[in-house]
C-alpha cells in the first residue's frame, strides 16, 4: 500500500515551453503533497506544500508563478514548470502524507531536461 | 527549529560487516525520526521511524535504527551489509505537535563493496 507514482518519468523539452509534471497516490487519499527539487549528489529541496483543494504554500526563494502547482483532487497534484530555462534541468519528486501517517511516501521523480 | 546533521558525505564498509550511517538531530521539543533510503534515479523509501516507545527501531530490509535522546542521535545500522544495500540515505526530523513538514539531511551515500 501507500503508492505514489509520477509521470511522466523523464521528459526533455525546449527553452520556453511549459512542462506539466503528475503526481498521484494509488491507493490512498493523500492529506498533504508535497513537491521536492534535487541536485546531483545533493539533499531534496523543498519547493511547496499543497493540501487538497488549497492554494499550495510555497518556499522561500520559489518562484509561484514558475512552478504552477494543483491540487485537484485527493489523489492528484500536478507541478507545471512554465517557460522553461536550462536552469530548470532536475530532478523532480512528489511525496505525499496520509492523515493518519508520520512519514511520506515518494514518487519516483521526474528527470527534467531542459534544451 | 527543526534540523538535522548527517556528518559523513560517504560511508564505504564491505559486504558482510556491520554498517552504521549516522544522524544527529536539533529540536525545540520531542522529535519523531525518520529514515529513507534513495537509489539512483529513484524517490526514496521509508525504512523506518521513531515516534515513541522503544528506543530501537526496526524497519525494512533489515535496517534498525537507535533513538539516543541524550546524544540527541538516530543511527541507522545493519549487522550484515550487503552489496546490494549500497544507495542514498536520508535522515529526516519533525517535531511532534508541530508542523507535519519534515527536515532532511543531506544525505549519506553508503557504498558496500564486495
Known amino acids: 500500500g501507500a503508492v505514489v507514482s509520477q509521470h511522466p518519468s523523464w521528459v526533455i523539452c525546449k527553452s520556453g515551453t511549459s512542462v506539466k509534471i503528475e503526481c498521484r497516490s494509488l491507493?490512498?487519499?493523500?492529506?498533504?503533497m508535497f513537491w521536492y527539487r534535487q541536485f546531483p549528489k545533493q539533499s531534496l529541496m523543498l519547493m511547496a506544500t499543497?493540501?487538497?483543494?488549497?492554494?499550495?504554500?510555497?518556499e522561500q526563494g520559489v518562484e509561484k508563478d514558475k512552478f504552477l502547482i494543483n491540487h485537484a483532487s485527493l489523489t492528484l497534484s500536478t507541478l507545471t514548470v512554465t517557460s522553461a530555462h536550462p536552469e530548470d534541468s532536475s530532478f523532480y519528486i512528489c511525496?505525499?502524507?496520509?492523515?493518519?501517517?508520520?512519514?511520506?511516501?515518494f514518487g519516483p521523480g521526474t528527470r527534467l531536461t531542459v534544451t | 527549529a527543526q534540523s538535522v546533521a548527517q556528518p559523513e558525505d560517504q560511508v564505504n564498509v564491505a559486504e558482510g560487516n556491520p554498517l552504521t550511517v549516522k544522524c544527529t538531530y536539533s529540536?525545540?521539543?520531542?522529535?519523531?525520526l525518520f529514515w529513507y533510503v534513495q537509489y539512483p534515479n529513484r524517490g526514496l523509501q521509508f525504512l523506518l521511524k521513531?515516534?515513541?516507545?522503544?528506543?530501537l527501531v526496526k524497519g525494512s530490509y533489515g535496517f534498525e535504527a537507535e533513538f539516543n535522546k541524550s546524544q540527541t542521535s538516530f543511527h541507522l545500522k545493519k549487522p550484515s551489509a550487503l552489496v546490494s544495500d549500497s544507495a542514498l540515505y536520508f535522515c529526516?526530523?519533525?517535531?511532534?505537535?508541530?508542523?507535519?513538514?519534515?527536515?532532511f539531511g543531506r544525505g549519506t551515500s553508503l557504498i558496500v563493496h564486495p
Open positions: 491507493d490512498f487519499q493523500a492529506t498533504t
Open positions: 529526516a526530523v519533525r517535531i511532534s505537535g508541530g508542523s507535519y513538514i519534515p527536515t
Open positions: 499543497s493540501n487538497e483543494g488549497s492554494k499550495a504554500t510555497y
Open positions: 521513531y515516534i515513541t516507545g522503544d528506543n
Open positions: 511525496s505525499a502524507r496520509l492523515r493518519e501517517a508520520y512519514e511520506q511516501y
Open positions: 529540536v525545540s521539543g520531542n522529535p519523531y
